[in-house]
């Protein structure tokens, strides 16, 4: 019996929410083929919001575009697996791989030129429906229909086999993505359920997953085609192998239910996994169940838009952010550590899948955002990296450092949550990471702390390097001057400018410079060389903006803003061509040299708001958001990358980004929605353009919380300290002198703060 207290105020809930109108369902604007095509790379398949399991087809890898397990243009499928990457240009994961079979098969991968060469088959685009947290298809080969769904750590499967005394499903631990291979595989069998482990190596050097599988209907045998090893354990049997068979007899339109559950400790902690998050087999429920996991995150942003094709690919964008970073313990806390131990009953969740050389520019922002609650768990996941590896993440991935791509990028990361005014986290040890992590002499550092900055000919993509770390110390100035200490303050400033060094006065770019003070030469801004030049996926094009602490002292290297709003008009009008025998794949995305498609540039529209230039901010934004993003299977223009290609649209649709990061600001950009409602930590914000459209995509006027503003910026207080309203008026002809002033300018490096 409930208090009457309690009573009381469930009939008030009930009443409250009859009275308020009915939402449909966000889920239903989100297109899961966009991203499929091209470079976009994204997963393709069932899961929750930041679930450890990514359940979805796996198909035989064609080139890189495969990394993802699933590409538009490809219908062939080896089985589904319960690990996947996101929009990354990684290959690895793809773990726990299975596939309903009927009759003979061969246990191999397979190749495309011959049907019989593997498990694998073909299946039609018209039977195939995806929408989050469901996947379903049609084995062709087979005449299986396959539904899939999921939970947080567990995989539901749904399988509808014609009748056969041969019908299977097929455990594949030998095949993961495009460049993982197993090194130890085992099954476990106790006759009712089938367990497992795979190790791993690829990218990520150590991967371990730990398997359990239960099945709704008795199991007639299971078979181990490969077996190399058996050894009895307290009564089961632990076969080293790659494949298991398992074997079933089904009548036809009968449904056989799959539930398996991952762990990255153990098998008994993957059957806790499972009874704890799946019990049952309530195939309909637990689909709706993570329909409304996902909708109650989308709910988050309310968009008013007449634009239908602009809906989908919001929501879309904003589905994308939170696949990762992902769950990486156990429904008990357990978890594997970066340094290979594992941590017991932890208490925060941890998290995994840090591309955060992509991530630390928007995405995570945006997370700090829509998800402050997930703050002191991200903090503390990173702090406990910092301990175990001694250093913050660069990109980690199933407990690995990766050291994949440039800088020190787990500082800004870090840096935000803390500028932010997060807590629960230890405040002293994020300080010392953040100190520790940007004075370890490797990647290039020794070099930089030796010389001031990195020596072209001592050390490869030698400029990326440098620019980003840069801004990581920068960073740490930030949290100096937050806590008070002076000295650190000064030398994490003084270290932030090393930039400087790399401007090329005559030619006005960032040139690689050597270690006896001369620019490389020969020296072509358009040219790359894919990981073998003096940038990183990019060119001198994109990266001679790579300043986004230090905008003021860039334009200084310039000579004035008339010579630095002359050389950023040229970016967008310069031809589009890469010059070079290797170019990055990933220079897509081209407007001019400008390269959305990569992450270097993200920042780079925006710093015309610095110049006093605002109106050509928003005439190029408008150009990208309506352009370059589309409802198409190529509609990203470039690898999501864990959501940061989605986050630049989400929060630039909306009419703001984080340029400066180690300050909790944002850049005006320009809306492209008549309404916005944002629900944050502390309130709703409010964001209204009105008379917007493509056409009118300046701002005219501006007003917060009905008062007038002409700043080009905003400060993260502003706009969520509380509930906010920000309008817009809109027009078809840039307004020259809205937020052009001095004052009404974002200050920088050199600035003690920003004017309030």
Not at 376 to 393: E, R, S, V
Not at 506 to 524: A, Q, V, W
Not at 689 to 715: C, D, H, M
Not at 724 to 750: I, K, V
Request: aromatic fraction near 12%; charge should be negative; proline fraction near 5%.
């Amino acid at each position: 019996m409930k208090p009457k207290h309690l009573l009381s105020l469930s009939v008030l809930l009930i009443s409250a929410a009859c009275s308020q109108p009915e939402q449909k369902p966000l889920t239903q604007y989100v297109d899961m083929y966009i991203g499929t095509g091209g470079h976009g790379h994204v997963f393709m398949g069932a899961n929750v919001p930041f679930g450890a399991v990514q359940l979805g087809p796996t198909s035989i890898p064609q080139s890189w575009d495969w990394v993802s397990g699933y590409h538009i243009s490809d219908t062939t499928v080896i089985g589904f697996s319960h690990t996947h990457l996101n929009g990354t240009g990684i290959g690895d994961l793809f773990d726990v791989t299975v596939m309903p079979v009927v009759g003979g098969v061969t246990y191999a991968r397979g190749t495309e030129d011959d049907p019989q060469s593997g498990l694998w088959s073909y299946f039609s685009r018209k039977n195939e429906k995806a929408r989050p947290g469901y996947y379903a298809t049609r084995l062709d080969r087979y005449g299986v229909d396959v539904e899939l769904t999921a939970t947080k750590r567990v995989g539901l499967h749904k399988y509808t086999f014609p009748a056969s005394q041969e019908a299977a499903v097929v455990f594949d631990l030998e095949n993961g993505g495009c460049w993982d291979k197993g090194t130890e595989t085992a099954f476990v069998s106790d006759g009712l359920r089938l367990s497992g482990y795979r190790y791993s190596t690829g990218w990520a050097k150590d991967q371990r997953v730990y398997f359990t599988a239960e099945f709704s209907k008795p199991v007639k045998n299971i078979s181990y085609p490969d077996a190399s090893e058996t050894v009895p354990e307290e009564g089961d049997v632990t076969v080293k192998g790659r494949y298991a068979r398992v074997e079933f007899d089904t009548t036809d339109g009968e449904p056989l239910y799959m539930k398996v559950a991952i762990s990255p400790v153990s098998i008994e902690n993957a059957k806790l996994n499972m009874q704890a998050e799946l019990p049952g087999w309530d195939f309909e429920a637990t689909a709706a169940a993570a329909d409304k996991a996902w909708n109650a995150e989308l709910q988050k942003v309310r968009v008013e838009t007449a634009d239908e094709a602009a809906r989908r690919i919001f929501y879309t964008a904003l589905y994308h952010t939170m696949v990762a970073p992902s769950e990486f313990c156990d429904v008990n806390g357990d978890y594997r550590g970066a340094d290979g131990e594992i941590y017991r009953a932890a208490p925060f969740v941890n998290y995994t899948t840090f591309s955060l050389w992509d991530t630390y520019r928007a995405a995570q922002p945006l997370m700090t955002i829509l998800h402050p609650e997930k703050m002191p768990d991200i903090a503390n996941t990173m702090l406990h990296i910092y301990t175990q590896q001694g250093k913050l993440p660069v990109w980690h991935l199933a407990g690995n450092e990766t050291d994949c791509m440039v800088g020190n990028p787990g500082i800004p990361a870090m840096a935000d949550i803390v500028l932010k005014g997060y807590g629960g986290f230890d405040k002293e040890l994020a300080y010392e990471a953040l100190k520790k992590s940007a004075m370890l002499g490797e990647r290039g550092m020794d070099l930089r702390m030796k010389y001031g900055y990195i020596p072209c000919d001592l050390f490869n993509e030698a400029v990326a390097y440098d620019m980003e770390y840069a801004l990581a110390d920068w960073a740490v100035a930030q949290v100096a001057a937050q806590r008070g200490d002076t000295a650190d303050y000064d030398y994490f400033l003084d270290r932030s400018k090393s930039y400087r060094h790399f401007f090329d006065p005559e030619t006005r770019f960032m040139r690689g410079l050597d270690s006896k003070g001369g620019f490389r030469t020969p020296f072509n801004p358009f040219a790359s060389t894919h990981r073998e030049d003096d940038y990183c996926e990019g060119n001198a094009w994109q990266y001679t903006w790579l300043v986004p602490h230090d905008v003021e002292g860039l334009i200084g290297c310039f000579g004035g803003k008339e010579a630095f709003v002359e050389k950023l008009d040229s970016l967008f009008t310069v031809s589009s061509e890469i010059h070079g025998d290797n170019p990055a794949p990933d220079i897509t995305g081209l407007i001019g040299q400008y390269a959305q498609g990569n992450e270097p540039g993200h920042h780079t529209l925006y710093m015309y708001n610095y110049a006093g230039e605002p109106w050509k901010a928003q005439r190029r934004i408008a150009d990208v958001l309506y352009t370059l993003y589309d409802v198409s299977p190529e509609g990203i223009c470039g690898n999501d990358d864990t959501g940061q290609m989605s986050a630049w649209y989400v929060m630039s649709s909306m009419g703001f980004y984080p340029v400066t990061h180690g300050r909790a600001v944002y850049f005006v950009g320009t809306p492209i929605f008549p309404e916005v409602k944002l629900r944050h930590g502390r309130g709703v914000l409010t964001v209204r353009a009105n008379g917007v459209s493509r056409e009118n995509r300046y701002i005219q006027s501006a007003s917060l919380n009905g008062r007038p503003f002409t700043k080009n910026w905003l400060s993260h207080e502003e706009l969520f300290g509380g509930d906010a309203t920000l309008t817009f008026e809109m027009g078809a002809r840039p307004n020259r002198d809205w937020g052009s002033s001095p004052g009404d300018l974002p200050q920088s490096m050199c600035d003690e703060a920003f004017a309030e």
